[in-house]
């Protein structure tokens, strides 16, 4: 089978099948041998954050040695950069054989009657494949959706778990309180392994707490105090983490956003719960923090231009919070799309309340998902009186907020699929190494 053939596949799977339970993935992976018993495994779950947090222990662990396989969605613009090896994307070949191994295994099952794995399962059974193959000592797993009958959930004892910030978000699977999606989440915390979880929010604590102490499971919760904001400029932001073994430990994480420094907290706890030995050392923690690049999170991808993937309220008040850092720069132009399922009306009321930019140019994404793009302009012209303009096509759109900016600042965000369709409109017309 060729390239184009497997992600043909891959991608038609949502039309063919639905949700299984988790003996259906458990099942699949005995099938390929249970490669998932042959690896650590970090499981990140959480709302907003989680990928980041992924790419920061990806990031350490590599920087101190190790061998590291991580499995993060959604993907950008290639499925390949679903699954990571020493920081690369596998190749082509590997994602194929890879796809061959599970679709063998997928057809052992289709003749015993069980129903096909979704394009997530799928997916992570690849991950798994892949990772043991290439021998990874450590693999990095985050969520898909939710926690606890996510496919990811499989794993039997992870080494550490880790709960990223929780708000509401995919409400119609999750729960519509934030007690609710936090339940979900913490259906990771497996008996006796360490979990560590952002407890900025009481309700989350609450809840993750009752299921760390119903599970025996050793509780590390990551607050305000474990982080001092030293610095925060266009480029980076400088803190110092207060570590039980290291003492205060300055870092450097090369991005605008602030809320970037909580997430390489939460890595960091994970790492230090983790490595009892002590056989990470302070530099390797500084460098691995400092090496993180990860793509479509306040991410300069043309002189000023800034690409973020805030899709839901939380994210959008991250984003505005970082947007405030460049307040002395000039004009700013906001380039904004969303999903359907998403509280679009709250992101733009958010983004209307901040007041920080001086014109918006409103796209559609490229999927039936996509929120039509006259809706969205009506809904901002109902709460601003600033210019609005309306362009359903994401390359015409991206050039007229460009011409907009002038020598101010553009920044985009609404969706990471948003992100995804811009970064190839940027390669495209303006041959950017992304």
Not at 53 to 80: D, K, R, W
Not at 306 to 313: E, M, Q, R, S
Request: aromatic share 8%.
């Amino acid at each position: 089978m060729t390239y184009e053939e497997a992600v043909s596949y891959i991608l038609d799977i949502p039309k063919f099948t639905k949700k299984n339970d988790l003996n259906h993935t458990r099942k699949l992976l005995q099938n390929l041998g249970n490669p998932e018993d042959q690896m650590k495994v970090i499981h990140v779950a959480g709302t907003n954050g989680k990928g980041s947090v992924c790419a920061y222990l990806n990031s350490v662990l590599q920087t101190a040695g190790y061998s590291v396989g991580m499995f993060t969605s959604p993907h950008l613009e290639s499925i390949n950069e679903r699954f990571q090896i020493n920081g690369k994307n596998v190749d082509n070949e590997q994602l194929v054989h890879a796809f061959e191994r599970v679709q063998r295994a997928t057809a052992v099952m289709r003749r015993e009657g069980m129903p096909h794995p979704t394009f997530f399962e799928f997916l992570f059974a690849m991950a798994m494949v892949l990772f043991e193959e290439n021998h990874v000592e450590y693999a990095v797993l985050e969520t898909g959706l939710g926690g606890r009958l996510d496919a990811t959930n499989v794993i039997k004892k992870p080494a550490v778990t880790v709960i990223t910030s929780v708000s509401l978000d995919h409400t119609e699977w999750l729960g519509g309180t934030i007690e609710e999606i936090a339940a979900e989440k913490a259906g990771i915390i497996k008996a006796g392994v360490p979990v560590v979880y952002d407890a900025a929010k009481e309700e989350v604590s609450r809840v993750v707490e009752q299921k760390a102490e119903k599970m025996g499971a050793p509780s590390w919760p990551v607050h305000d105090e474990n982080i001092t904001k030293l610095l925060n400029t266009d480029k980076t932001v400088d803190f110092s983490y207060s570590s039980r073994y290291y003492g205060y430990i300055g870092m450097t994480v090369h991005n605008a956003a602030a809320y970037q420094a909580r997430n390489a907290v939460l890595a960091l706890q994970a790492l230090e719960v983790l490595d009892t030995g002590h056989e990470i050392s302070r530099e390797a923690l500084q460098q691995g923090i400092s090496n993180m690049r990860w793509p479509g999170r306040m991410e300069e991808v043309l002189p000023d231009v800034y690409l973020d993937g805030a899709h839901n309220v939380e994210g959008v008040c991250g984003f505005a919070e970082t947007v405030r850092v460049f307040q002395e720069r000039g004009p700013k132009v906001l380039l904004f799309s969303a999903v359907k399922e998403k509280q679009y009306p709250q992101m733009i009321q958010t983004i209307i309340e901040a007041d920080l930019f001086d014109s918006y140019v409103i796209t559609q994404i490229n999927s039936g998902r996509g929120v039509p793009s006259d809706e969205l302009k009506r809904i901002f012209e109902e709460r601003t009186s600033k210019k609005v303009t309306a362009e359903p096509d994401i390359e015409r759109a991206f050039q007229a907020a460009v011409k907009q900016k002038g020598d101010g600042m553009l920044f985009c965000a609404g969706s990471l699929y948003l992100v995804g369709e811009l970064k190839d409109v940027i390669r495209r017309r303006y041959d950017a190494e992304l």
